[in-house]
């Protein structure tokens, strides 16, 4: 039974002991009725309270009918995105919210995350090689160590993201938005980050050999302390031999 699914069950169990209680005081009223003081002046039941105890009865008859409690869609999106690769790897997950959800550890390879939105959740050490999320938002995203080898993440936004010793060889970052990302021990080897903003991005320690990445973008980044430059060499603070 999937969450959503227990959800249900509880609210529907619930719904059930309102009406059984719903049923006992009527029962109580009706004998209260039945017990008045024989001093009381008798009078012929009208019209209007044979009608009353009609619909009583049939109220006490009449079968309990379950609420039906209309299923919030947020929380379907993130039953499908949880439950993804045991569902079979089918379902598109483009256009999703899925922003400030608990996501560690996921299976997501290869899955279709166009345009989603998964900004402010942890998608801590979560597997996401091959997949498709051009203009995904991930800002503010926990990512650290997450697999994103040669993922297409164009136009995505990773500002603030913390991406530290995150996979992405071999990523499609064109045109992305990095800036002031954590990107420290990251691996970007061969990742094309053509157009990408890396304003203020941490990138101590990462790997950027054979990466496609120009001197202008590296000048706006806070640190390259220990990086391994596209060329191979380790960066030693001098940015004169990049300007190509």
């Known amino acids: 039974m999937t969450r959503l699914?227990?959800?249900?069950?509880?609210?529907?169990?619930?719904?059930?002991?309102?009406?059984r209680m719903l049923r006992h005081l009527i029962e109580i009223q009706m004998q209260s009725m039945?017990?008045?003081?024989?001093?009381?002046?008798?009078?012929?039941?009208?019209e209007s309270d044979l009608a009353i105890q009609e619909q009583t009865s049939d109220a006490l008859e009449a079968p309990v009918q379950p609420i039906w409690i209309?299923?919030?869609?947020?929380?379907?999106?993130?039953?499908?995105?949880?439950?993804?690769?045991?569902a079979g790897r089918?379902?598109?997950?483009?256009?999703?919210?899925?922003?400030?959800?608990?996501?560690?550890?996921?299976?997501?390879?290869?899955a279709k995350l166009f345009r989603s939105n998964l900004s402010r959740g942890d998608l801590t050490a979560s597997r996401l090689a091959r997949a498709e999320m051009a203009e995904a938002d991930f800002s503010r995203t926990q990512m650290a160590r997450v697999d994103l080898t040669r993922a297409n993440l164009t136009q995505a936004d990773l500002t603030f993201a913390?991406?530290?010793y995150a996979?992405?060889?071999?990523?499609?970052?064109?045109?992305?938005?990095?800036?002031?990302?954590?990107?420290?021990?990251?691996?970007?080897?061969?990742?094309?980050?053509?157009?990408?903003?890396l304003n203020k991005a941490?990138?101590?320690?990462?790997?950027l050999k054979d990466?496609?990445?120009n001197h202008r973008q590296l000048a706006s980044v806070s640190t390259l302390d220990g990086a391994t430059m596209p060329d191979g060499r380790i960066y030693d603070g001098d940015p004169e031999p990049y300007k190509v």
Not at 5 to 19: G, K, M, S, W
Request: glycine share 6%; net charge negative; no cysteine.
């Open 202 to 207: 941490n990138l101590t320690r990462a790997n």
């Open 211 to 213: 990466a496609a990445v």
């Open 90 to 110: 089918t379902e598109d997950l483009s256009d999703f919210d899925l922003s400030g959800r608990n996501l560690r550890n996921l299976d997501l390879k290869d």
């Open 162 to 164: 913390n991406l530290s």
């Open 167 to 197: 996979k992405l060889e071999g990523a499609k970052l064109r045109y992305a938005m990095l800036t002031r990302a954590n990107l420290s021990g990251a691996n970007l080897s061969g990742a094309d980050l053509g157009g990408a903003q």
């Open 70 to 86: 209309e299923p919030d869609p947020l929380e379907i999106q993130y039953q499908l995105a949880v439950n993804w690769a045991a």
């Open 5 to 19: 699914e227990d959800r249900l069950a509880r609210l529907e169990q619930r719904t059930e002991e309102i009406h």
């Open 34 to 46: 039945a017990q008045l003081p024989a001093e009381q002046p008798s009078r012929s039941p009208t």
